[in-house]
């Protein structure tokens, strides 16, 4: 039985918990950035992969939530299949996108970091995975060790979600003529069987534009990112360089998410019919990110191949960063955000994603990462400063 799902304001929830739609290859990157930390001051990457999962899986429990249905979410939500083994009182994920789907980079290592919390959350025990995938077993596997260490809930306040304008219609947006009709784009994405099922012959995984969705805890990403960001600042990592470590997910993010939808089969039926033009293909592609559960993005401005401001109400990160720690006078915490609009405006006019070219790994590193031509980006609003947007200008200067 699918999970009840409800939208509020650009955000989506199931099980009462915030929900964000994001792809293998981002994954992978911030699970990476975060193991960056290890070694840094007081970080510890491992521990905080698995125990941030906790807290969210006992909310989930205090709001009904059986054994079954935990199951029966991780693989609707996109995480792979999930399994109990009452002879050796072992847990399996037989099919894990943490496991096969998006830790690419070859580490050698154990990396289902998520499902050792995810397993911890439901048992109030401590797991340690003993086989995985990405070291070639055939199985992730995993095994209690004692009762779980004490973990404490890291949301601390409700989440405030505020009216967002409509399009265009809001001080300072420029005046856009398209045929692009958010509306329907929406509904048409919504309608697509964005989940995992979890029957005999399924993986529980979600196939779609060209990569593996999961559709993930906003609080995991935001709070992983945030712990991990001011732990390397605290051990003296220059803030620069420690910023750009989680802005570049978002960065790739777009490269593979947004340039996977754009080259898709999706993309030609829905959206292409409505652009004739680099303002309509944004305007389509900012439409469906809006069915994403990423907050309600708006354009403020394009000048093509110059310019591209966007603004965000509700961000997740905006919204979650204020759930978990009130207010900061800091203004450039939205970095998926950051790296999301700078990708968007590289996808035009650094590569012109129009041409549909290869979007592999090597393409990314030679060319769409190159400095060759590259946006500038900078965060000018921030909902975790006070603000009632994100606000994020990519410019090439």
């Not at 999930?82 to 580490?107: D, F, K, V």
């Amino acid at each position: 039985m699918a999970p009840k799902i409800t939208n509020e304001q650009g955000q989506t929830y199931i099980g009462g918990l915030n929900r964000v739609y994001h792809c293998n290859y981002y994954n992978a990157y911030l699970q990476t950035a975060v193991l960056l930390s290890e070694g840094a001051g007081d970080c510890q990457p491992r521990r905080l992969l698995s125990d941030a999962v906790v807290p969210l899986i006992r909310r989930l429990r205090k709001a009904g939530y059986s054994d079954q249905e935990l199951r029966e979410e991780f693989s609707f939500c996109g995480f792979g299949k999930l399994r109990h083994s009452s002879a050796t009182n072992e847990w399996l994920t037989p099919t894990s996108h943490y496991g096969q789907s998006a830790i690419m980079q070859g580490h050698g290592e154990r990396g289902c970091f998520f499902n050792v919390g995810y397993i911890a959350g439901m048992t109030d025990l401590e797991i340690e995975e003993t086989m995985c995938k990405q070291m070639r077993a055939p199985v992730d596997l995993y095994k209690s060790t004692g009762p779980l260490h004490p973990i404490a809930d890291y949301l601390k306040q409700p989440a405030a979600l505020h009216p967002a304008p409509a399009r265009f219609e809001f001080p300072g947006a420029q005046a856009f003529n398209t045929a692009v009709d958010e509306a329907a784009v929406i509904k048409a994405v919504s309608g697509l069987p964005l989940f995992g099922k979890s029957g005999v012959q399924d993986t529980g995984l979600i196939d779609a534009f060209g990569v593996v969705l999961t559709n993930h805890f906003a609080d995991y990403y935001n709070y992983i990112s945030y712990e991990s960001y001011y732990g390397m600042l605290r051990a003296g990592m220059q803030l620069n360089q420690t910023k750009d470590v989680f802005i570049q997910g978002g960065h790739i993010c777009a490269f593979n998410t947004f340039g996977g939808i754009m080259s898709s089969p999706e993309w030609d039926a829905v959206v292409r019919p409505m652009c004739a033009n680099d303002q309509d293909w944004i305007h389509g592609m900012i439409a469906i990110v809006n069915a994403l559960g990423w907050g309600v993005w708006r354009v403020e401005k394009i000048v093509p191949g110059r310019e591209l401001i966007i603004r965000v109400y509700n961000s997740y990160e905006g919204v979650g960063y204020k759930r978990m720690y009130g207010t900061t006078k800091e203004l450039e915490t939205s970095f998926l955000i950051l790296g999301g609009v700078q990708g968007l405006a590289h996808l035009f006019w650094k590569i012109d994603i129009k041409q549909r070219p290869t979007l592999d790994q090597n393409f990314y590193a030679t060319v769409f990462n190159s400095p060759e031509n590259k946006f500038s980006v900078k965060q000018t609003h921030a909902i975790a400063a006070g603000h009632e947007y994100d606000r994020v200008v990519a410019w090439r200067d």
